[in-house]
């Protein structure tokens, strides 16, 4: 029986749900009718622009980012989708802070929502660092799909995990 990672919490009827849409090579076909196209957002500054863009929406009064870009180093399959890092220097008297967000490579050929969901996710953390009730409320106040997104890129990550890419850039 196939291990699926990424449904690990998951009840045994989902994932039970899931191994016959893969069996039945039915999964691709579900993401692509659901998500039928992927998105725009290329380069490193278009990415910056778009995180900014929701951020100003939603946490104007969260600490500005200094940098936000697509990091072909992380590695979803081990670590993680994104990263939020915050960095404290002296300068002078004072303290400075930067926030910078990575979002994994993997994410510039995906559907716009799921983008949308990774860089919401790493936007919630310049207000609320730990994954607790406040930061899945952040989430869904900024995304109200937060949490269909993220079961939906878990699909998504298992069926490129066991078939390979299912969009083409």
């Known amino acids: 029986m ?14 039970d749900q899931v191994r016959r849409l893969l069996a039945e090579g039915r999964l691709g076909d579900h993401l692509r009718q659901k998500y039928p196209a992927g998105h725009e957002i290329r380069t490193d500054r278009a990415l910056y622009d778009y995180a900014v863009a929701i951020k100003n929406e939603f946490l ?6 200094s940098k936000v870009r697509y990091d072909g180093r992380i590695n979803v399959i081990n670590d993680a989708l994104g990263l939020h890092t ?9 303290l400075k802070a930067k926030h910078e967000i990575r979002i994994a490579a993997l ?15 790493e936007l919630a953390h310049l ?3 730990s994954h607790d009730k406040a ?3 952040l989430c869904n106040h900024i995304e109200p799909a937060y949490h269909q997104l993220e079961f939906d890129l878990r699909l998504y990550l298992t069926y490129l995990e066991a078939v390979g890419p299912l969009y083409i850039a």
């Open 2 to 15: 196939q291990r699926l990672s990424y449904l690990a919490g998951y009840s045994e009827k989902i994932v």
């Open 60 to 65: 104007r009064t969260a600490p500005p980012l």
């Open 86 to 94: 915050f960095v404290s220097r002296v300068q002078g008297g004072k």
């Open 107 to 121: 994410f510039k050929e995906t559907p716009p929502e799921f983008l949308r969901m990774i860089v919401v996710h």
């Open 127 to 129: 207000k609320e660092k």
């Open 135 to 137: 930061f899945y409320q």
